[in-house]
């Protein structure tokens, strides 16, 4: 069954705004993770929330997770032109290390 | 960046060729990773390795198939191409220990077959 569901599926914001995105999820897990795709590349990854925390920081990034809701949101501050991709989020699938990934959102930022 | 390269990165070929597409990662990660992507699609995993001689079928079927040789080798083989094989192949790799671990990506191959 799916596993990451992002939304919304498309945001496009000027430069300078914050973006937010969200990500829900069906079965328990040990953590969620979040990767960004630049067109035609590989994914790179930006933070990974283990099930225990609610909140963690990197950079201009803050990511939350509430198990309770089985959802996490990826919060990208001060955003520039140069974060315009698309945005994964990414469940495990407890004691494996295989990873389910949703549909992303494009996140478009306009100079 | 992480150190993991696919080649080629962009392959035209026709029907009923036999293809070849090469990952290789410098970092000496126990565990590696076959996903398809359509355009603006989510990632599936289609194989998976979790070390040398090692190899296992991942959620989506293919009709390729995996070897793990070589730690730092994983390549992917389709016998016969066919158009429903054209997609994005994206190579991945990871770190043995403990599952709370990323997953670092190559920049794909986009095949396409005519």
């Known amino acids: 069954s799916q596993q990451g569901e992002e939304d919304p599926q498309a945001l496009s914001i000027q430069e300078g705004e914050n973006a937010t995105m969200n990500c829900s999820y069906k079965t328990s897990i040990n953590n969620l993770q979040w990767y960004r795709q630049n067109s035609g590349r590989g994914l790179v990854h930006l933070i990974l929330?283990?099930?225990?925390?609610r909140e963690k920081h990197s950079g201009r990034l803050r990511v939350t997770l509430d198990t309770s809701k089985k959802s996490s949101s990826l919060l990208i501050t001060a955003s520039r032109a140069a974060d315009t991709a698309s945005y994964f989020c990414?469940?495990?699938?407890?004691?494996?290390?295989?990873?389910?990934f949703g549909k992303g959102t494009l996140l478009t930022v306009n100079p | 960046e992480a150190d993991i390269y696919q080649t080629p990165r962009y392959l035209v070929i026709g029907t009923g060729k036999k293809i070849t597409l090469e990952c290789s990662q410098t970092m000496g990660h126990d565990k590696m990773y076959w996903y398809q992507q359509d355009p603006g699609m989510e990632l599936h995993l289609i194989h998976y390795s979790y070390g040398v001689n090692s190899t296992e079928k991942g959620d989506l079927s293919s009709e390729s198939t995996v070897s793990r040789i070589r730690t730092e080798h994983f390549p992917l083989t389709l016998e016969s191409a066919r158009p429903s094989h054209t997609s994005q192949y994206l190579c991945?790799?990871?770190?043995?220990?403990?599952?709370?671990?990323?997953?670092?990506f190559g920049d794909g191959t986009r095949l396409s077959i005519l």
């Open positions: 991945a790799s990871s770190i043995g220990t403990g599952n709370n671990q990323p997953q670092h």
């Open positions: 990414a469940t495990d699938r407890g004691s494996n290390y295989k990873l389910t």
């Open positions: 929330i283990r099930s225990n925390e």
